[in-house]
Each structure stands twice: as C-alpha cells, then as structure tokens.
C-alpha cells in the first residue's frame, strides 16, 4: 500500500491503513502536507488581509493593550506589521508543528515502554503524523474562505474555519479564551479518534487501553489551557 492510498484508507479503512503502518513505518507525506499546506494558507492570508484593520481588530480586544497609555499603545501598534505577523507566524508552523509531533511521539514511547508495547520511536512518530491529516480539511475550507472573501478585511478565524469558535461561539479576537476555542474544532476530534484507532490496531489493547493513552495529554493540555484561558 502506497501512502497515499494509505491516506485515502485512514478515511475508510483505518484499521487496514494503521496494520500497513505498524508493518512498514514512514511519516514524510502527512508531516509535509500538514506543514507545506498550513505555511501557503498562512503567506496566502497574511499578503491579502487589510493589515492595519487587522492589528486594530487584534489590539482593540486584549485588555492588556488597552490599559497601556496611548504613546505606548501607539509603539506597540507600530511594531506589530505584515512582515512580522507572516514571518512569525510560518515560523511557528515549521518549528512548532514537528517540535509538538516529536514531544508526542516520546509520550508514546514513554507510555508504550511502560507497558510493555514493543514499539520505537519512529512507529509513534508515524502515528503522530498520520493522525494529524484531518488537520487538511481546516486548509481547505480556509482556501474556499479566502477565495469567497468579499474584501480584505478577513479574520484570523478564516485560517480555521472549522473551530468550534468560528461554527458557533464567535468570541472576539484578542480575548483570552478565543485562541481556547479556536483550537477546540473538528479536524482535532477526528485525529483524536482516528489516535485510538491506531493505538489499539498496533497494541492490541483494550478500547478503555487506547482511549487513555490516545486522550492523556490531549485531556491535560486542555485542562491546562482553560485554566489560564478562564481564570
């Protein structure tokens, strides 16, 4: 099976797809198309958006902006550009992204080591990467998004269109839980479920087994992030 008609059978044969990657482990076509589709979207929107509506959407909403007397207010305003948004932004996709896949592939390791899993790193690696590529289907509604745009003066939210922020909540930009909500979206309850799915083809555990594993630090960087995002 080559990958991607083991893509295509993460959609309807996942269990098939996770046996043909426990027997012959490899991660570079869902880790590119994550990482080189999510890096185009981002320089798409950031070359297009009406930058100055944009920083005014953004600081306009952070309190701790608005407490700032205006001379500083002004500064900060000033050095936030499109520049900096774009550079920083594809910056944190190519670093951040395999960074947060490694990290979770050694809690795997970590996890199938104690155990008693018989699996290395590069297994869980591959897991981590397959099971991501829901993450495609925010890209491709934030394509359509871009392309449908009536003006330049897109939201950030465009880039997940997906998000339980964007389908119902609407929590303004700048605020302290809205990246919370924009994260909490359909792509990530589908890698989370297609996780379990992986963890028990290659284990051979038990569903109560897989779920945990699979949801562990998924239920604990949430919980971590309300509690700041609420506080």
Request: charged residues 10%.
């Amino acid at each position: 099976m080559n990958d991607l008609s083991v893509a295509a059978s993460l959609a309807t044969a996942p269990v098939s797809a996770f046996t043909e990657l426990r027997e012959r482990p490899r991660f570079l076509l869902p880790l590119f198309a994550v990482v080189l589709s999510s890096v185009i979207v981002i320089a798409w929107y950031y070359s297009v958006v009406d930058i100055d509506w944009l920083k005014e959407l953004i600081f306009s909403n952070n309190p701790d902006v608005q407490k700032l007397p205006p001379d500083q207010r002004a500064a900060a305003m000033n050095f936030v550009g499109r520049n900096t948004m774009l550079f920083g932004s594809v910056f944190g996709v190519l670093v951040g992204v395999p960074f947060v896949y490694v990290l979770t592939a050694l809690y795997y390791l970590v996890a199938a080591k104690i155990t008693k899993v018989p699996l290395g790193f590069k297994h869980w690696f591959t897991l981590v990467c397959w099971v991501s590529l829901p993450g495609l289907l925010s890209t491709v509604a934030a394509v359509i998004a871009l392309l449908l745009r009536d003006n330049n003066q897109i939201a950030p939210g465009v880039l997940q269109p997906l998000s339980l922020n964007e389908l119902w909540l609407h929590v303004p930009m700048g605020t302290k839980s809205q990246p919370f909500f924009e994260a909490l979206n359909i792509p990530a309850i589908l890698s989370c479920v297609l996780a379990i799915i992986g963890v028990r083809t290659w284990t051979q555990r038990s569903w109560l087994y897989s779920s945990t594993v699979a949801l562990l630090p998924v239920v604990l960087l949430y919980g971590i992030w309300a509690f700041f995002a609420f506080r």
